[in-house]
């Protein structure tokens, strides 16, 4: 039997009951793909149903504003991937009516959408044959036809992929790429893959030669690089309810457009000293303020960056807040009241120490 026929049998066997494999509508298929780059399925379940709840279609999507997109995105992290969705929305209502294009060149041109989505999109909405390449395919392809040029080079994945392009169903290709997802996903897995009912068991080059744990081959990582933010939460003294600031990140870097505490990225974390002392020669008296001791310090990791995270809580008039954002060249800040902080689109991070130290 040849590797199509015996792949897709397995999948119609196996396949998990998701609710994007119940539609054809690409849009959805779409979201689906995105949500689920970088992101586990059990995370992505929920707001899969609750982003296509809100905006069900192109159109209500390109209608929201970017605030209200990230809002709804909130807590998944890797917000380029909301706004882009956002973006191509607009642009497949102002370019193409409002439908999503069916061939592989015109999806790979909306932004957000790479190799891989394009083809995903084309194959499972549209039935074209484009086949998809992530990691898990990477992992069966070379383990089945031992390939062992390393996955993560340019020169590694043209080898899977004109493998795929051999293999891959021009009848059904969407199913052909979601079942060599699925077992990669379910069955070949990184680790302790269940060569003993393997249906390819036979033919596995990566088993036959021992290799199983040496395939797919990679090269060495890049090194990640550490970030360290000092942030201050500034509380007005004068008003009667509690009003804080926060700062929108409006440059090209992470969480843009998201909002978070104001702050100061350095080179390192700040001593109590050392902010009294910035503070100091920006002008502002010791008497002034509060500083209240540091909260527990926090680490949170991104794609090749490893955020470190102090938070000072400083009470004060509003005239002297005004004045310690001057001192430290804060721009972008806004006063609201605290309890609104939650309406707000704000990083995983900020929302984690804003929940455990139960602040607003
Ligand atoms: S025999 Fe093992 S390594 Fe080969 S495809 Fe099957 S599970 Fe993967």
């Not at 999503?100 to 909306?110: G, M, R, S, V």
């Not at 062992?148 to 080898?159: M, S």
């Not at 004060?316 to 060249?329: D, Q, T, V």
């Amino acid at each position: 039997m040849k590797f199509e026929q015996k792949i897709r049998r397995w999948y119609l066997q196996n396949k998990r009951d998701l609710p994007w494999r119940k539609t054809k509508d690409p849009y959805l298929i779409w979201l689906s793909e995105i949500i689920l780059q970088q992101t586990r399925i059990d995370q992505g379940m929920s707001y899969y149903h609750r982003f296509s709840q809100r905006f069900p279609d192109v159109f209500s999507l390109a209608n929201a504003t970017e605030d209200q997109v990230l809002k709804h995105w909130q807590g998944l992290g890797y917000y380029t991937r909301a706004r882009n969705l956002h973006k191509a929305a607009k642009q497949i209502v102002i370019q193409h009516g409002g439908w999503i294009p069916e061939t592989y060149d015109a999806i790979l041109e909306l932004p957000g959408i790479g190799d891989y989505t394009a083809a995903a999109i084309a194959s499972i909405a549209f039935g074209k044959p484009y086949p998809v390449v992530d990691g898990n395919v990477m992992r069966v392809i070379s383990r089945i036809y031992g390939i062992d040029t390393p996955v993560n080079t340019n020169k590694g994945k043209k080898e899977i992929l004109q493998k795929l392009q051999k293999l891959i169903s021009p009848k059904d290709p969407g199913t052909f790429n979601q079942a060599v997802m699925e077992f990669g996903a379910l069955h070949c897995k990184p680790a302790n893959p269940d060569c003993n009912t393997c249906i390819f068991k036979k033919d596995c080059e990566a088993l036959k030669k021992n290799m199983v744990g040496l395939l797919p081959r990679k090269e060495p990582k890049i090194k990640t690089k550490k970030r360290f933010f000092n942030y201050l939460v500034l509380i007005d003294k004068g008003s009667s309810s509690t009003e804080i600031w926060l700062s929108k990140r409006t440059h090209q870097d992470i969480w843009k457009n998201l909002y978070e505490f104001p702050g100061r990225e350095d080179s390192t974390l700040w001593s109590i000293r050392k902010l009294k002392n910035k503070l100091q020669m920006g002008g502002i008296k010791n008497t002034e303020i509060n500083i209240s001791q540091p909260f527990n310090d926090y680490r949170h990791i991104l794609t090749h960056q490893q955020i470190h995270a102090r938070f000072f809580r400083i009470e004060a008039k509003e005239e002297a807040l005004s004045n310690i954002l001057s001192a430290l060249s804060i721009s972008n800040s806004i006063k609201i009241n605290a309890q609104d902080v939650s309406s707000y689109a704000i990083p995983r991070l900020i929302d984690r120490f804003r929940i455990e130290n139960n602040v607003f």
